[in-house]
Each structure stands twice: as structure tokens, then as C-alpha cells.
């Protein structure tokens, strides 16, 4: 069973950062690429970052990028999203996703939230 | 960069068939994908590639896509179709994912 268990969500102050892991089991986790999305309380869904199968490749959302690292260790099946001067507006549920062959989403963590606020 | 438009809202009487739209440039250019989220859930995927449906989902729901405009269709709509319908398209020019705004679904 695939699974996608994201973790180290939490309050924290503006200015300050916080690293969200997720952990996978349940496929080879080497051969694909894995995306973060975030969703606001009360908003839509947003892409945040995404890296290849071979950390080649790395996307940022214009609204993170240069704050935002993401990072693999594809010996450990895991993923990372290190975050940086973190903003009330980065408050938000945040996802680990398989991304398929066609981009398509094909499973989904749980979430884990982060909440920036004084 | 390239964006995506939904209807904010749809409804739709029960039995009867909903349609959600994806409005972009070209996007029948582009590989098309559904999601839906219940209340407190991550979202599910719904269709990919424009009209296929992953294991599971039922026949009920199916998709289209040409021109400038992909369609989301549920037949025979059922109360626990009730949700938020995201749709998403992967921008090959800058490597960036993009959702539309997400439309929520009432079935009546």
C-alpha cells in the first residue's frame, strides 16, 4: 500500500523556519518525482515545489522561491521542505504527492499543518 | 504564466448530470487532471489525462478537453458527490504545476 506520511508541522513565528518531512513506503520511492501543495484555511489548493526522481530537476512557486528548499533522500524513501522566513500567508496544510507519469497526483498525504503567527 | 479559471460554484438536482469547467489558453494543448476534496480530506484524484478515471472512481464521472476549455462531468449526481472539484494542468514551459481556484459542488 502506498503510503505518504508527512510530519514537523507547527506553530512558528514570522521570520522564523521549519522543516516538513514525509516519509513513503509502499513503491520505489527513487523513481518518482515528489511535489509538495499547500491549502490555506479556507482556500484552494496550491503547488509549492517539486523534484525529480534524481534531484536533478527542482521547481519553486514564484510565492516561495528563494525561502523554499526541497530535497530527497531517496536511500531514506524521504522528502524534505526546508522553510525559511516563513510569512503569515504561508499558513497552510501542507501535502506530500506522488506525481504520476503525466503529472497527474496519484496519491496524497495526509497533511501536516503550519501555522505562522506572533 | 499560464492559468486556469473555474466556476467558483455549481449545482446540480440529484440523479442529474453536473458539468465543471477548466478555462485556459489552449489547454486542450495540455494533459488535464481532476481532483476532488470532502470536507477535513486531502483531495482525491478524479480523472487524469483529460478522461481517464483511476481504479475505483466510478464510470460516473468522466472528462473532456478541447480548445480552450476541459469539462468535469458527474451523471447521476449523487449527495456524496457533494465537494470541492480542483482542476490541474502541468505547464511544460516553466516546469510549474498549476490548480484552478476549485469549484465547490451542491447537489440538491
Known amino acids: 500500500e502506498v503510503q505518504l506520511v508527512e510530519s514537523g508541522g507547527g506553530l512558528v513565528k514570522p521570520g522564523g523556519s521549519l522543516r516538513l518531512s514525509c516519509a513513503a513506503s509502499?513503491?520505489?520511492?527513487?523513481?518518482?518525482?515528489i511535489n509538495w501543495v499547500r491549502q490555506a484555511p479556507g482556500k484552494g489548493l496550491e503547488w509549492v515545489s517539486s523534484i525529480d526522481s534524481s534531484s536533478s530537476y527542482i521547481y519553486y512557486a514564484d510565492s516561495v522561491r528563494g525561502r523554499f528548499s526541497i530535497s530527497r533522500d531517496n536511500a531514506r524513501n524521504s522528502l524534505y521542505l526546508q522553510m525559511n522566513s516563513l510569512r503569515a500567508e504561508d499558513t497552510a496544510v501542507y501535502y506530500c504527492v506522488r506525481c504520476n507519469s503525466w503529472y497527474e497526483y496519484d496519491y496524497w498525504g495526509q497533511g501536516t499543518l503550519v501555522t505562522v503567527s506572533s | 504564466s499560464y492559468e486556469v479559471t473555474q466556476p467558483l460554484s455549481v449545482s446540480v438536482a440529484l440523479g442529474q448530470t453536473a458539468k465543471i469547467t477548466c478555462g485556459g489558453y489552449n489547454i486542450g494543448s495540455k494533459n488535464v487532471h481532476w481532483y476532488q476534496q470532502r470536507p477535513g480530506q486531502a483531495p482525491v484524484l478524479v480523472i487524469y489525462?483529460?478522461?481517464n478515471r483511476p481504479s475505483g472512481i466510478p464510470e460516473r464521472f468522466s472528462g473532456s478537453n478541447s480548445g480552450n476549455t476541459a469539462t468535469l462531468t458527474i451523471n447521476r449526481a449523487q449527495a456524496g458527490d457533494e465537494a470541492d472539484y480542483y482542476c490541474q494542468v502541468w505547464d511544460s514551459s516553466t516546469g510549474h504545476v498549476v490548480f484552478g481556484g476549485g469549484t465547490k459542488l451542491t447537489v440538491l
Open positions: 509502499g513503491f520505489t520511492f527513487s523513481t518518482y518525482n
Open positions: 489525462r483529460d478522461t
